[in-house]
């Protein structure tokens, strides 16, 4: 699939590692894949984003309203259905703490205790497949190691192709991953543009506005 992604689609993706590094992220999700496409603001897509307000400030000022520092973390709401099945997520965390110190669910699970990796022939270790469905990766490798996507962002990304193939064009560029973003139904996704006053569904028929008169 990643073929198909023109240079600039491209680095977008490249783009929304370095967001996520930027704010101490260990995943890539939906938010960092709309940082890094509208830090190209005459791309087609994010043009009309930035058109309508949106810039890299106020979507920075978005995630930061919008995502715990989890990722895709717990919110309240999410806390009160659970006390409904009789889980009470405080009081699991007060008995953790008091087991195992302050933070004690905050802190990264190590990889003691994790399933050893299969050896191939010669005893050595097999890599593991690094692509989810439609060769979108589920890794980004870099400098400090990898960063995961998250299950939202990879979705974003199969999107983009098919909003390619729906508008019959082979490449996958800026336009197409905007508009997959702009499909999507995850919380995250939802609270940004509600925090940046864009209705998804109007903003996608001036994207594909825009570039009806851009053709």
Known sequence: MFERFTQSARQVVVGAQEEARSLGHDWIGTEHLLLAAVRSPEAPGAATLVRLGVTAENCRAAVASVVSPQGDALG????????AFG???DEI???AEGAFGDGALDAPVSDQGAKPRRRGP???RQRRDRTGSLGVPAEVPG??????????????LELSLREAISRKERHIGVEHIVLALLRGDDKI??????????APAQVRDLVLADLRSAA
Do not use: C, N, Y
């Open 93 to 95: 965390r007060r008995r």
């Open 76 to 83: 309240p709401e999410d806390a009160e259905a659970l006390k």
């Open 87 to 89: 889980i009470d997520l």
């Open 143 to 156: 400098p400090s190691g990898h960063i995961r996507f998250t299950g939202r962002a990879k979705k974003a």
């Open 189 to 198: 996704s939802q609270g940004m543009f509600q925090q940046l006053g864009v």
């Open 122 to 124: 010669f005893g050595r």
